[in-house]
């Protein structure tokens, strides 16, 4: 026993507290969200034993789900039926290092599964448990077989509808199937179960995915298909002759934030691709030429060049290529439309094709400018089968020629990142227009995000609906049977994850926020004293717009001292610089070159910094999903010690119980009975209207927008600096001296040169 510590009252003994953990200190042991541990289970008092209950009535509720949309196959139905489960669940912390196949399987039951043959296959009730202590709800939200045959049958009239309803009373709400398919336990069953490519099953492998995050766990079943690899290859290459193999569905999915939603949408569709190009069944109904088979949209470059770089990470040493959709680039092959248009060029172009150096000089000697040559190189066509793109890029492509959107023919798979933004008014049209483009009857769709709306859900219907209706009238041959839509949700719809720890803090006013994130900057409290974690580099800062995101990097340039690198490790990034300047942020800050990196909500979504310790919100964001989305950039892939600062001042007041209510709910999937969102304080916060959240959503807070809307007074206040009015006006005083001074010299020596003239003024008379 060391006496002096014990003895001692000095400050350094209590600085003996447990070390921080921290999203920068290491690879994360669990990606895992959800999961309880057995001690839990054992506790029915607690909430969740409660929630349980409720569950497990709703399973027992469970609708039988139709014969059409029992995809997962009849096995697990009829046999072992009603096994045991497993008493050992699946964790987040206590069980969570497991990470070799056979102990994660074990943790759902070891010898409670039936094997046929290779694949191993949990019985309905254990999949219905599995996908329930992770919290995962799997719906069909519409079934397009069912309207199909309500249009042939033909739509009741009016008046019988009316006569029927008297007679049986209102037609009760059409419940929504469940599904619960063959959950994905362990990385190692793709290739067991789904017969993933090899190579594919490797790179996944190098990347360190060993244990499925939810979203992978049910969302890969569902993508990968219904038939597992036995049964699939009798399956393959029947039915309609379109879709081949795997998603054979529309998907809505929304997981929380860092959850690895990436690989779950590329995976099923890389492996198809990889597939399809293998066996080189290049033909398509409906396509011709060459062109992107898939199509990721994402709302900004940042996060496509992220997705895109994902893809080639699990494509690396397969013949699938993908492309960043980049400037000058053509997606469809327009040779036809140029030789007709410009039949002289293309001629010259062919006789020059023979040789390099020949050609050259051949175009050389026909007049070819230097541009001309440099356009024609430019406007390659995408031979990659992946194109990875913002919404904007991809339209002004598909539009350059006539003005009217080209029709994608080959695009098989569509994907939005984001799907809620990219669905939102700003990029509605663009997106929709694009998905309107992919004219092939097999398309499959799919949207994923953290936060989902139920407009966003029903905008997703009724464009699956259109686009249907529009191809049925216009296509020359019987059209593939639909496919169902499925929304797959992981955990809380809408809601932060729960394994970082949220800080509201009440700043007053602009100088109070500037005050506070100095002292983020430079933590003084002793962590004996203050239980809270701090907030560590690297971290990022969100400002509402571009000039205050430009104005805090210039207030807080120098607070960070030279021999820590000085000015070099604060930077900002918005989507005012230029590309080069925005890509050369991105990779000093992803390197560790530059330590805090102020933005705007350009970087809100998406955008994985695996390391991020912290998040700190200078200005509220403008609205409930956006405080979920800028939060989630740290605490990715489970890793816990994440640190949420929001600051706010007297002109939030009226918007800011939205974010507290989050916080407030992501306090209470931690288990936390009252954490930084306090009941005093809801009660306390005024609700905002539906306008006011509409208002703030377009605008942000009104007080900090730039322009001539805000009167001089409200500017100064909140204006970003910290010199008081008095060392304003100084500085003013100064400022007006030093000009005053220049213009008086000017006029001297104009004077001296032209030895004055009449016409200037000389003083008034006495
Ligand atoms: N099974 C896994 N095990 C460990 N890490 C994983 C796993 N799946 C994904 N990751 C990692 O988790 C991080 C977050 O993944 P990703 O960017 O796909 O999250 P996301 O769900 O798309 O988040 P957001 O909603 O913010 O876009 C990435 O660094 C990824 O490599």
Redesign the pocket.
Known sequence: MDVFKLLTRSAKASHTTPRQTLPSSGE?SN?QLFGYTAEQEGQPNLQLGRKRKREEDSVKEAITIPKELDFFGEAFHHKNDGAQVGKNQGSRGANGNSQDGESTQDKYGAGKRMVEGLVERLSEDECKRVLRIHKLKITVLEDFHTEKEKDLIGKKSKKRKKTEEKLQGPPAKKAKSQLYPQPLTA?EQLRSRYAISKRLAENLEA???????E??LGGLPLLLGARDAQVGDQQNGEGNGYGKQGQDLDLLAV?????????TFLVPVLNALIGEIKSSTREMDGATGIGPRAIIIAPTKELAA?IANESRKLTLGTTVKTALMKKGMEVVDRSGEEMTNNHAEDERRNDTSEEDDHSVNELKATGSTRKERRKRKQAEIVKAAILVATPLALLNVLKKHSGETTPLPTVRYLIL??ADVLLDPLFRDQTLSIWNACTHPSLRVSL???TMGSNIEELAISTINNRWHSLVSSYPVPLPPRVPLIRLVVGLKDSAIPNVTHKLVYAATEQGKLLALRQLLHPTSMPSIDTTPTLRPPFLIFTQTIPRAMALHSELLYDIPPEAGGSARIAVLHAGLPSMARDSVMTRFRRGEVWVLITTDLLA????F?GLNGVVNYDVPNSAAAYV?RV??TG??GREGGVAVTLYTTEDIPYIKNVANVIRASEKLQGKAEGDAKKWLLDALPTPSKRDRQKLKQRGVEARRPGKAADAKTKARTRISTKSGWEKRMENNRRGAIAGSRMRKKVNEEGVKGGGSESEFEGFAD
Do not use: C, I, L, M
């Not at 990347?207 to 995050?213: K, L, R, S």
């Not at 979504?605 to 994985?608: A, K, S, T």
């Open positions: 994360a990606p990385f990347q360190g995915y060993t244990v499925p995050t979203v992978q997981a929380p934030t860092g959850s690895g939603k990436t690989v992220q990142d984001e994923w995000s953290a979504r998406g955008v994985d695996r989305h989630g950039r990715r892939a």
